[in-house]
């Protein structure tokens, strides 16, 4: 399966954003999928993930309350709907594709695709 990121960008604290990640040639409904985050000088760190059929979602404490993760298994997208964003946010955002486990990890080695990750910038 190929992952294809958007929708980063600049914007400035307290804004909003939504990523979108869409996947080819693979069975996307069939994936558990996930978003991470790598900030300069930082490991790469979960953010948000969702089950196959969107029953279940999983989110770090960091963006608890702020960020949705949610996905359309017809279009083969999931998305990041990221609100109230801190300049601590800031960072390279991948999605991820888990085709071995039906429920949501947080350990990025346990995801087989990755697309090539989109830049946000938060500024204060």
């Known amino acids: 399966v190929q992952l294809q990121a958007s929708g980063g960008g600049l914007v400035q604290a307290g804004g909003s954003l939504r990523l979108s990640c869409a996947a080819s040639?693979?069975?996307?409904?069939?994936?558990?999928m996930g978003w991470f985050r790598q900030a300069p000088g930082k490991e790469r760190e979960f953010v948000a993930g969702?089950?196959?059929?969107?029953?279940?979602?999983s989110y770090a404490d960091s963006v608890k309350g702020r960020f949705t993760i949610s996905r359309d298994n017809a279009k083969n997208t999931v998305y990041l709907q990221m609100g109230s964003l801190k300049p601590e946010d800031t960072a390279a955002y991948y999605c991820?594709?888990?085709?071995?486990?039906?429920?949501?990890?947080?350990?990025?080695?346990?995801?087989?695709?990755w697309g090539q990750g989109t830049l946000v910038t938060v500024s204060s």
């Open positions: 969702v089950s196959r059929g969107s029953s279940v979602t």
């Open positions: 040639k693979g069975t996307f409904s069939s994936y558990v």
């Open positions: 991820a594709a888990d085709a071995s486990r039906w429920s949501i990890t947080r350990d990025d080695y346990n995801y087989d695709y």
